[in-house]
């Protein structure tokens, strides 16, 4: 599975901005997709996560109520709707897949930057 991320950028606090990540290969053997973030120096950070059937959703304590995620498997896509953002929000945003059998995210896409600006 290739997980390709796109659509992070430079934004006012209280502004919004919408993450795709586009999954190839092996998709039917995906279970569920997540997105993740790392700050400069922090550890990584569970965001959000989805089944890749049945739309079940979790989410990280410090985005809920402002971040959405959402998928549309005829796109093999999953989107991560981010609003309301604080500058604590500013990281790399990576998308990442796992299959049922495994415990962990064994697929992860190369990252995308999102930046908020006080």
């Known amino acids: 599975v290739q997980l390709q991320a796109s659509g992070g950028g430079l934004v006012q606090a209280g502004g919004s901005l919408r993450l795709s990540c586009v999954a190839s290969?092996?998709?039917?053997?995906?279970?569920?997709m997540g997105w993740f973030r790392q700050a400069p120096g922090k550890e990584r950070e569970f965001v959000a996560a989805?089944?890749?059937?049945?739309?079940?959703?979790l989410y990280g304590e410090s985005v809920k109520g402002r971040f959405t995620i959402s998928r549309d498997n005829a796109k093999n896509t999953v989107y991560l709707q981010m609003n309301n953002l604080i500058p604590r929000d500013t990281a790399v945003y990576y998308c990442?897949?796992?299959?049922?059998?495994?415990?962990?995210?064994?697929?992860w896409g190369q990252g995308t930057q999102v930046t908020v600006s006080s």
């Open positions: 990442a897949a796992r299959r049922a059998q495994v415990q962990d995210y064994d697929y």
């Open positions: 290969g092996r998709t039917f053997s995906i279970y569920r």
């Open positions: 989805i089944n890749w059937s049945g739309g079940i959703t």
